[in-house]
């Protein structure tokens, strides 16, 4: 409990200083004022965020965490728990969609284990697992209270152990067979939404299923009474390890002044976490898509966020957070690659 | 007239057999059924165009055109018109902000002169200068019919001699001071809109001389009579030489089998002219962002388009194109570089 307090009272505010010289450079760029719009602003943002005014994104981290989900018993996910492992050495032998986008944008994944329903043996995976899945939230608390904050702060310690290999960005990416349930689960809490308006299809369940997760969702919620102005609580009753390693994540991210990008809805779930935690983490979190999940838009919402990219994304991994990255990086560029209209002797606006 | 004659009568079909064949692989993808949305459509979408089940998108190129405007003496602009010329330059010096994202995505920007106001003295610069910028189309027609022809002829020859140097995909951009009011022109007389609905503040003109430029298309429109029905008779009339280049590009691609990228709103007004000249081309087209000109989205419209992005640019010169062309390669990767459940050994989902 002792990292995870200390992490939340590091967080500070981001640099209006370096905001306003970012956007002096912005405006005395070749271009009409504000042409590059929402480019220009994620400059801005990240220039407060790292207190740089001409800040560089080098070093791109996406991590992607996975955990397994005691409710599947319940039947809420088209696929069995066994994929979640699969995809994992998936994940280490590059074959997967995060692999991928993460080779195109140039960023390096880190993939943690932070409770995978099966031992994974390779070491090319971060093992931090705090259990062998969750235990059935349609029966009881997923997990104990320590082992909510174990999560969070497990996340924390990745984040720390990375920012010493070079962090400029990191993205959030999730793997875990269910785990659209939990996360239906923490945004129906946190927000006061109906079950019903936070709830997707996930994987793609049919209308019967689809009925069915729903039911089981409600079921949770009842049974176990999670608080909403206590995000631990409500991650230790209908929460999941890899949804809590990520919390820790953006808690670290915004500790460390390092801009964070959300993937999609699970990872959405753990950075509202996060902000209930302390809603100073919002000014360091970019939105990177809104995705076909319903839940995501209304997380988004929520704090505010306004997605970048919509291209009916659902797969998870971190795979929307990579194409977010690589706008984050073009915006950065532009603020620290073009030519001024002074250094490349244009003609400015005229009076009018 | 016999090249654009020949390269129009050469645009066919796009081929269904190598889309169905992508569709397939990824469907076999270790992913959730077409959880990656809009990135498998482009990928399945480039495979009609390339007539290529796994293309690669290796060879990108933007092609930014550059032209003056005689209407500009009407004060529809808030820029002086040296800054074309001086634009140009900053281009080939890499200032730009099209150099910068060309880079971020690793394409070759190919910067030509169709009719700026000036010489321009630079080997890097193609020329194709068909005059020294158009006639003020407030007082007649901006070109001959001829020039016309000739300035979508040019832009089918620069089009194919970059298909000698590789081309997998091209991005069309544009840069001329004024040249929103010719493209708000020829969005008018093609789309039927009113000009106040196609007319937007351009570079950012203020509302006195926003309320001058309406009257100054409207003035144009209601003295040449372009004829709806004859793309030629409307760029000769209200268009500019850079637009009959891009609307070159837009037929030399599709004939190609290139896809090809539509930036905003002046190279939208080329693709509307391609379009209206044959309609296929629009199998060919991707169109990369929504701008934030008004008329813009009512091109896309017309011609049944979606924008993959909506990051409020204006800029031009070819640099929403690079952000989508870098989106079009992300989907070609997924389908080319992804593991398949079978290689992979990831169970598939279940029946239900």
């Given at each position: 409990m002792q990292k995870l307090k200390k992490t939340i009272?590091?967080?500070?505010?981001?640099?209006?200083?370096?905001?306003?010289?970012a956007k002096k450079r912005q405006d005395s760029l070749t271009k009409p004022l504000e042409s590059l719009g929402v480019l220009e602003e994620l400059s801005i943002m990240v220039a407060g965020i790292t207190k740089n005014p001409m800040p560089e994104i080098k070093d791109k981290v996406i991590v992607t965490m996975a955990g397994d989900h005691g409710v599947v018993e319940e039947g809420v996910s088209a696929y069995p728990q066994e994929v979640t492992p699969q995809m994992v050495y998936n994940f280490v032998n590059g074959g997967a969609g995060i692999n991928v986008l993460?080779?195109?944008?140039?960023?390096?994944?880190?993939?943690?284990?932070?409770?995978?329903?099966?031992?994974?043996?390779?070491?090319?995976?971060?093992?931090?697992?705090?259990?062998?899945?969750?235990?059935?939230?349609?029966?009881?608390?997923?997990?104990?209270?320590e082992e909510a904050i174990k999560s969070i702060e497990s996340g924390i310690n990745v984040?720390?152990?990375?920012?010493?290999?070079?962090?400029?960005?990191?993205?959030?990416?999730?793997?875990?067979?269910?785990?659209?349930?939990?996360?239906?689960?923490?945004?129906?809490?946190?927000?006061?939404?109906?079950?019903?308006?936070?709830?997707?299809?996930?994987?793609?369940?049919n209308a019967r299923l689809f009925e069915n997760k729903i039911k089981v969702i409600k079921k949770a919620i009842k049974l176990n009474k999670p608080d909403p102005k206590d995000p631990i609580d409500v991650l230790s009753k209908v929460g999941g390890f890899e949804i809590g390693g990520m919390t820790g994540i953006y808690l670290a991210g915004a500790a460390n002044h390092i801009p964070i990008v959300i993937d999609g809805f699970i990872s959405g779930a753990?950075?509202?976490?996060?902000?209930?935690?302390?809603?100073?983490?919002?000014?360091?979190?970019?939105?990177?898509?809104?995705?076909?999940?319903?839940?995501?838009?209304?997380?988004?919402?929520?704090?505010?966020?306004?997605?970048?990219?919509?291209?009916?994304?659902?797969?998870?991994?971190?795979?929307?957070?990579?194409?977010?990255?690589?706008?984050v990086e073009a915006g950065c560029k532009i603020l620290t690659e073009m030519a001024t209209f002074a250094s490349a002797g244009v003609s400015e606006k005229r009076e009018e």
């Amino acid at each position: 409990m002792q990292k995870l307090k200390k992490t939340i009272e590091k967080i500070g505010t981001v640099d209006e200083k370096s905001m306003k010289e970012a956007k002096k450079r912005q405006d005395s760029l070749t271009k009409p004022l504000e042409s590059l719009g929402v480019l220009e602003e994620l400059s801005i943002m990240v220039a407060g965020i790292t207190k740089n005014p001409m800040p560089e994104i080098k070093d791109k981290v996406i991590v992607t965490m996975a955990g397994d989900h005691g409710v599947v018993e319940e039947g809420v996910s088209a696929y069995p728990q066994e994929v979640t492992p699969q995809m994992v050495y998936n994940f280490v032998n590059g074959g997967a969609g995060i692999n991928v986008l993460a080779r195109h944008i140039g960023a390096r994944v880190v993939v943690v284990d932070m409770g995978v329903a099966a031992d994974i043996e390779n070491p090319k995976v971060v093992n931090r697992k705090t259990g062998y899945g969750t235990r059935n939230m349609a029966k009881g608390p997923a997990m104990t209270r320590e082992e909510a904050i174990k999560s969070i702060e497990s996340g924390i310690n990745v984040f720390e152990n990375e920012l010493r290999n070079g962090v400029d960005i990191v993205g959030v990416g999730d793997m875990g067979i269910g785990n659209t349930t939990p996360s239906s689960a923490i945004t129906a809490v946190i927000t006061g939404e109906p079950v019903e308006r936070v709830t997707g299809r996930g994987t793609g369940v049919n209308a019967r299923l689809f009925e069915n997760k729903i039911k089981v969702i409600k079921k949770a919620i009842k049974l176990n009474k999670p608080d909403p102005k206590d995000p631990i609580d409500v991650l230790s009753k209908v929460g999941g390890f890899e949804i809590g390693g990520m919390t820790g994540i953006y808690l670290a991210g915004a500790a460390n002044h390092i801009p964070i990008v959300i993937d999609g809805f699970i990872s959405g779930a753990a950075a509202l976490l996060a902000y209930q935690l302390e809603p100073k983490v919002k000014n360091y979190l970019i939105a990177s898509h809104c995705s076909v999940e319903v839940g995501h838009k209304i997380i988004l919402d929520y704090m505010g966020l306004r997605p970048l990219l919509n291209l009916n994304l659902r797969l998870g991994e971190g795979t929307g957070a990579a194409l977010g990255i690589n706008l984050v990086e073009a915006g950065c560029k532009i603020l620290t690659e073009m030519a001024t209209f002074a250094s490349a002797g244009v003609s400015e606006k005229r009076e009018e």
